[in-house]
């Protein structure tokens, strides 16, 4: 068996609508080999995890997957493995039990699904998995990996259970967590301890422990300070015990003669009961006690012992909600066994482990073991008589060892009041105070009684599960204090997905809500841009995007564009969106990433759709995506058609249900809203400038579909109209997206569309431009198709096109993306003359950049050029700076898309002066910020040599114009 790839989906994803893991698994001899036909693979196995007789499988009962596993030839081992990765992670206490596995389509190939819970869990399970079936099978089967005749799986399973452990939440966070999630409210792990945001954007809360981003920072440092808290709490007349603070162990021996006996004494700022004595009696007990109480503090407290068994009482935002006996660690004899053999016994307990991981924890021997042992006159080898408790613990912290039980109900109300009073002095929304007294249900005015310790980040543990008594649900309190009823923990999220024109909806819906006021964290292909502004540069379309935008707590409205290839990768990374759209589904990206038809491509588009809980909003003129209104559970469905007689938008009409339909009017056409009855007309078509007055069919298509995802997120109609009339294609407001430039006497539009469909779309409005007279002239596109798609889809934009252009440049992206050098424009070349085209309508120039300026050359007064450009920016650039000048000076594009103004020989300050204000004046022009353009103050273009600053390369023919050609070893 080999191992081909590891892939951890966060979130909604191809497989399940929770986070999964994908081992793609290469089975090579043994995909003849299942599990029966392996002599005692079934028994060794099940000897090593019993449990695994649990798993019911597809049987539906207890001991499905052991009947697949042995009965008949059994079955495949990338079935057993998923069971092994599931049941391991249930070992270290994970809560998981999906799982799936599917042949990949390829002999012996098979994707091995299953759940988790952490990640780096879930993929170690995945590779232990892997090694014990490869051990089981032996080393004349398990050809693929080394065999490895030393491994141990018992102990290998202890070190998966010891490394998840100490990745695991803690149990309080892990029951803040749990709290959170029964409420529906969301949460991110923001690191690997506890701290963990609730909530989403603006309305998000942080903890960290049981410390909230409620907790002020004064209280932590008061209650940290124990000597500050004794006289805090002593000052309001609170019961507390009297102490002193030393440096020495003299000023210790001193202060304790003056404090009385006995005496406790422990360190200034530790906690979790570590260096803490008590009882103490002599000078002898307080040297011992001090030193250890210096090895966490440089500060010791001497303190008078008080008298009373050990309760802490948690006060949650002024509430007392738990109180529990914290009984110190100790064993009961039975005459039988040793201490030593008793304190083994008492761990065998299942409730105990290492440190945090269970409800208990383990006893063990160490300094304060052996000191109350000599104290008792006993050791470790001793019996002690039947019934005769020994502590081993002078505190009852559970961390080392104590047990508790629940009180809360039986506390006296003057004990309840105490507790309320010493929280409200100091000023912690959540704090745990430790509370000595014979009798908690007896107030200790009469009984007696004293706080020795208050404690900011205190434990849940012995309330959420104590040893005895009630279990008590304090973390809903502390939900409940983050977030009082109806208070909104989420921000609106909106998906939209589809093949083409997400980045243009996404960006209409962002305008919108930023007009309505709200910071809007925006992803799209080029970018995170949080209330406008870029923060994140690059095609952030994925769940690391998404997440980035639903941390940052300025946020009060997401829109995520979500893109194929991120669903396929990774999943949608958050659970489920408000509102999710479909806009099409075309042919693109086919071919890779397991996705060969339209049909699987729709399945993975689908995702947000079958997620989304408020509404969903389809493209009916699609049957794609008609039919995945079948899969929603939202409680809406939009349909958006430009067809206003389509029947089964009309029958939902007439049912009450929500649409957008595109009607024609007197003065055009008009964006219209059904919705419950009404009819609700929106807005003319001319009127939205992103459609090039009604002509740019596609962008009307997207302000549809803007106008139905904003109504359906409580948008009012009159914002979503001054929205989208103020919403344009400029490469301002929407880089690659259409963008016009009138600025040469003829019309240039650059866009980033590289799909058929993207192509068809922008073929329909050059033609519209044209048969309106608005572009009498010629028409002329750069060409291209990214290199990693099928060669059907290529031909396919050069048959668009062909129908179109009556000149045509083919180029390449400058990524070829696997194919050679000039492989793709010469398949386009080929296609268009086939086409129809005369030789001397279509040209070869493989750079994009001589491409677009050969286009530009050509180009006369009346001519449109559509420019299919890669590198949107670098394209723009050299666009609106073509005719090389500005305020006298040459304008260079350098490799790096930057441009730049060359001085003239001589110039002085003055020219300089001026030459900044023309290009500055260019910006404000074309909305490029301050960084686009820079000035070379040496006068030279770092860029090298040629029309554009681009250096060149060895090899490089140029026309007489400075056009790249070929290169020479490209050369025919």
């Known amino acids: 068996m080999k191992l081909l790839e590891t892939r951890t989906y966060q979130g909604p994803n191809l497989y399940a609508h929770f986070p999964v893991m994908r081992l793609t698994l290469q089975l090579g001899p043994l995909e003849a080999r299942p599990s029966a036909t392996l002599p005692g693979f079934c028994d060794r196995l099940l000897d090593l995890i019993p449990t695994l007789a649990e798993h019911t499988c597809s049987v539906g009962s207890a001991g499905g997957f052991v009947r697949r596993l042995t009965e008949g030839e059994g079955t495949w081992l990338g079935h057993v493995l998923e069971h092994v990765a599931i049941e391991l992670q249930n070992l270290c206490g994970a809560r998981v039990s999906f799982g799936k596995t599917r042949g990949s389509g ?39 990996a080394p065999f490895d005749a030393a491994f141990d799986f018992p102990v290998e399973r202890d070190k998966l259970i010891r490394d998840s452990q100490r990745r695991a939440l803690g149990p309080s966070t892990l029951s803040l967590v749990r709290a959170a999630e029964a409420r529906g409210i969301p949460w991110l792990r ?25 907790t002020r920072h004064i209280s932590v440092e008061i209650a940290s300070d124990k000597q500050e808290t004794n006289r805090i709490l002593a000052d309001l007349g609170l019961p507390v015990p009297k102490q002193e603070m030393v440096y020495s162990l003299e000023d210790a021996l001193r202060a304790a003669r003056r404090v009385g006996w006995p005496l406790v004494v422990k360190p200034l700022n530790a906690n979790h009961g570590r260096g803490v004595s008590i009882g103490l009696r002599d000078d002898e007990g307080v040297r011992l006690a001090f030193d250890k109480a210096r090895e966490h503090s440089r500060a010791v407290l001497v303190e008078s012992f008080i008298t009373g068994e050990d309760h802490r009482m948690l006060v949650i935002h002024g509430e007392l909600v738990a109180v529990a006996k914290r009984v110190p660690g100790h064993v009961v004899g039975d005459g039988v066994h040793t201490v030593e053999e008793l304190v083994h016994l008492t761990n065998q307990d299942p409730r105990r482990g ?10 063990e021997f160490d300094h304060q073991a052996e000191r109350l042992l000599q104290q008792s006159g006993v050791t470790r080898t001793t019996v002690i008589e039947a019934g005769q408790v020994l502590y081993l613990r002078s505190t009852g912290n559970l961390s080392t060892g104590g047990t508790a039980i629940d009180l809360t109900d039986v506390v006296h109300p003057d004990n309840a009041e105490m507790a309320i009073r010493a929280a409200q002095a100091i000023g912690l929304d959540v704090i745990g105070i430790d509370f000595l007294t014979p009798d ?59 093949t083409n024109g997400k980045t243009t909806t996404a960006r209409m819906l962002a305008h919108i809500f930023k007009l309505r006021g709200e910071t809007v964290g925006l992803t799209t292909t080029d970018g995170v841009y949080i209330d406008g502004r870029r923060t994140v540069e690059g095609d952030m379309t994925g769940p690391v995007s998404a997440q980035m935008v639903l941390r940052d707590p300025t946020v009060s409205v997401a829109v995520l564009e979500t893109a194929r290839g991120g669903l396929l990768r990774a999943g949608m990374g958050y659970k489920f969106p408000d509102v999710a759209c479909c806009l099409n ?13 339209l049909d699987q491509l729709a399945g993975v588009k689908r995702i947000p759709i079958e997620v989304a809980r408020d509404a969903v909003v389809l493209n009916a003129d699609d049957p794609l995506c008609l039919q995945m209104a079948d899969w929603s559970e939202a409680k809406h469905v939009w349909y958006v058609t430009v067809n206003p007689q389509h029947t ?60 139905a995802l904003a109504v359906a997120m409580g948008v009012k109609l009159d914002d979503v109209r001054h929205g989208l009339r103020t919403f344009d294609s400029t490469y301002f407001q929407s880089p690659g997206r259409m963008n016009i430039y009138d600025g040469l006497g003829f019309k240039v539009i650059l866009d980033y569309g590289h799909n058929p469909a993207a192509v068809q779309a922008m073929c329909r409005l050059v033609d519209g431009l044209h048969q309106s007279g608005a572009v009498p002239g010629r028409k002329v596109c750069i060409l291209a198709a990214p290199g990693d798609r099928r060669d059907e889809d290529i031909r ?42 005369a030789a001397d309508q279509v040209r070869v120039i493989p750079y994009e950049v001589d491409a677009l300026q050969a286009a530009l050359e050509v180009c006369r007064p009346g001519d449109v050029l559509l420019a299919f450009c890669d590198k949107v920016s670098r394209s ?91 290169r020479t070893d490209e050369a025919d």
């Open 648 to 707: 089964l938008v009309r029958e939902h009409i007439r049912a009450g249900g929500k649409a957008v339909a595109l009607e024609g009017g007197v003065n055009g056409q008009m964006i219209t809203l059904y919705d419950r009855g009404a009819h609700l007309p929106l807005l003319w078509t001319h009127l939205i400038p992103a459609t090039i007055e009604g002509r740019a069919l596609h962008n009307v298509q997207n302000a549809m579909f803007a106008a």
């Open 585 to 597: 589904v075309a042919a693109d990206h086919l071919g890779l990433g397991g996705i060969d038809t």
């Open 106 to 144: 390829e002999s012996g190939e098979y994707h091995v699904v299953y759940e988790y819970e952490d990640a780096r869990v879930g993929q170690a399970a995945g590779d232990l998995a892997l090694r014990l079936l490869h051990h089981l099978v032996g080393p004349d089967l398990a050809t693929d």
């Open 190 to 214: 923001l690191n690997d301890y506890s701290l963990v945001q609730f909530g989403y954007g603006k309305w998000q809360k942080r903890i960290q422990a049981t410390v909230t981003s409620e």
């Open 796 to 837: 396919h934009v050069a048959q668009i096109a062909a129908k179109t252009f009556d000149l045509v440049i083919c180029r390449r992206d400058d990524n070829p993306r696997g194919r050679k050098p000039d492989e793709v424009p010469r398949m386009l070349e080929s296609v268009l003359l086939e086409a129809g085209l």
């Open 440 to 498: 908690i249900s007896k107030s200790y005015r009469e009984v007696g009684g004293a706080v020795c310790e208050v404690n900011a980040a205190p434990g849940f543990r012995m309330h959420v599960a104590p040893s005895e008594g009630k279990p008590r649900d304090v973390a809903a309190k502390v939900i409940e204090m983050l977030f009082p009823p109806g208070t909104p923990a989420r921000i609106p999220i909106a998906a939209i997905t589809g």
């Open 354 to 363: 290492i440190g945090h991981e269970k409800v208990l924890t383990r006893l």
């Open 876 to 966: 723009w650039k050299q666009i609106i700076y073509f005719h090389g000048t500005l305020a006298g000076r040459e304008v260079r594009i350098g490799p790096d898309g930057e441009a730049r103004l060359a001085e003239p020989d001589g110039a002085g300050p003055g020219a300089m002066a001026a030459g900044r204000a023309a290009v500055q004046g260019r910006q404000k022009a074309h909305g490029e910020s301050a960084a686009d353009v820079q000035r070379d103050e040496s006068g030279e273009d770092a860029g090298g040599e040629g029309p554009f600053g681009l250096g060149l390369p060895e090899g490089v023919v140029r026309d007489e114009r400075g056009v790249r050609l070929a």
